[in-house]
Structure formats: C-alpha cells, structure tokens
C-alpha cells in the first residue's frame, strides 16, 4: 500500500511539533523529512527554501494562537479574564521556540512582531472598553501584560508552562489587576 502524500498542512503541522517538541534544531529538511518517512523532494514540492518553510509555520503559529483566539473571545469578557483567555490557549513551549526562531530569521521576525502588536492592539481595546483607562494607558497597560508573560519563558526557558502562568499571576496579584 502507497503512503498517503504528504500535503503543505502536513508538513507545516510536522514543523510545528517539531519545535514544539525539539526546539527550533529540529527544523532542518533532513531531519524533518527523517520524522515524516518522506524525501527531500517531497518537501521542496510544497516548500521552495527552509525560509519559506519557516515563514509558513511562523505565519500557521499566528493564525492559531492570536487570529483565531482573538476571533473566538468575546467582548465581553471580565477584565481579569481577558490576558486569561489569550494565555490559556497559548502553546508556551512554542511560543518560546517561536521567540527564539525569530532571534535569528528576519522574516520570521517581521510575523512575530505582527503577532505582538495583534495581541497588544486587542488587549488594549478590551481595557479601554472598561472606562478605567484612557487609550495610552490602556494601550500601555496591554503592551507591559504581553511583554511580562512572553518575558517569564524568555529570561527561563525552561521554565515550566504552570510555573510561568502562576508567576504571571503572581504579577497581576502584585500591580493590582488579579
């Protein structure tokens, strides 16, 4: 029995595990094509470079962890909740491989700095949509949340996901928004 062609999807969801798992080592065309029991030549079909390999699974990551967490959390949801909602469905050990990826690729970075000013954007609107901020300090207050929770796992990576989200909670706790 033939296996079944590998399609881009598979092969961009093959990568995301990869770094999710690995770290961002395992995103090379040998080692991946090893993992998926596929030939060089099946990957450079859907992908011309590694770049645009990268470029790919940077821009799947910012589809599924900020568009459609975005899309999918309504409104009105209470403001102690609302970086809750974000972070919850957040992959931290990806979005730590993620962070490091754009480190070192441009490209990567240009799709991850994207993803920062989505969250901060949206963030922004849902505190200034309470009235207990002006835009600037909504705006600010969005920009200090994201740039503290991405923090925890940068200055640790190692750091497990559920000590990372205590210590953020821990934070909000201690500026007076838990």
């Not at 920009?143 to 909000?172: N, W």
Request: aromatic share 8%; proline share 3%.
């Amino acid at each position: 029995m033939a296996s079944k062609r590998f399609q881009k999807s598979d092969w961009t969801s093959l990568g995301l595990e990869a770094m999710r798992t690995n770290g961002i080592d395992a995103l090379t065309v040998e080692l991946l094509c090893e993992k998926a029991l596929k030939t060089r030549g099946s990957f450079y079909f859907h992908f011309e470079t590694i770049d645009a390999f990268l470029i790919q699974i940077t821009q799947q990551w910012l589809e599924t962890y900020t568009t459609k967490i975005i899309q999918n959390t309504p409104d009105n949801t209470q403001r102690k909740d609302l970086l809750n909602q974000l972070a919850g469905r957040l992959d931290l050990d990806l979005e730590t491989e993620i962070r490091k990826l754009a480190s070192i690729n441009p490209n990567v970075q240009t799709i991850v700095s994207k993803a920062d000013r989505l969250r901060i954007q949206w963030l922004g609107k849902q505190y200034e949509a309470t009235q207990n901020y002006s835009p600037q300090e909504a705006h600010a207050l969005a920009k200090i949340e994201i740039a503290a929770f991405t923090g925890f796992r940068l200055i640790d990576p190692q750091m497990p996901a559920q000590e990372a989200r205590k210590l953020y909670e821990s934070f909000l706790k201690l500026t007076n928004r838990a």
